[in-house]
C-alpha cells in the first residue's frame, strides 16, 4: 500500500498524521508499507527530510536511530506502542536506539 506524501499514519477519521518531536515545525514525508514475501510480517519504508532533524548529512555520518508506532482510537492516548529497537521510555533514554551509517 502506497500512502500519500505527507502521510505518516490514516487516523481513523482518514486524516493523516506525522509527528516529529522537537522539531520547529512538522514536515511532509513518504511512507511505504508492504506485506514481505514469505508472508511473516511487513517492510516499512520512510523517506523523511534531514531539514527535519536539524541537520545535514554526510556519506558516512553515524546516527542513533528509532522509531515509534502508536496505536490510538482517539488520536490523545495510546493502547500500545511498538518500538523498532527501543523501550518504553525512548523519548527520554537514548540507550537502546538502534544504529545507523548513511551513505549515498
Not at 522539531?23 to 527535519?52: C, H, M, N, R, S
Request: glycine letters at 14%.
Amino acid at each position: 500500500m502506497k500512502i500519500p506524501r505527507g502521510v505518516g499514519t490514516i487516523r481513523l477519521d482518514g486524516k493523516p498524521q506525522w509527528f516529529y518531536a522537537n522539531a520547529p515545525k512538522q514536515y511532509p514525508g513518504d511512507l511505504v508499507v508492504l506485506p514481505k514475501v514469505d508472508g511473516t510480517g511487513y517492510v516499512l519504508e520512510a523517506a523523511l527530510p534531514f531539514e527535519a532533524f536539524g541537520f545535514q548529512p554526510k556519506d558516512g555520518q553515524h546516527l542513533l536511530f528509532d522509531l515509534a508506532l502508536d496505536n490510538s482510537t482517539d488520536g490523545k492516548s495510546r493502547a500500545c506502542q511498538l518500538m523498532w529497537n527501543g523501550i518504553a521510555r525512548n523519548s527520554g533514554d537514548r540507550t537502546h536506539w538502534g544504529r545507523g551509517v548513511l551513505g549515498k
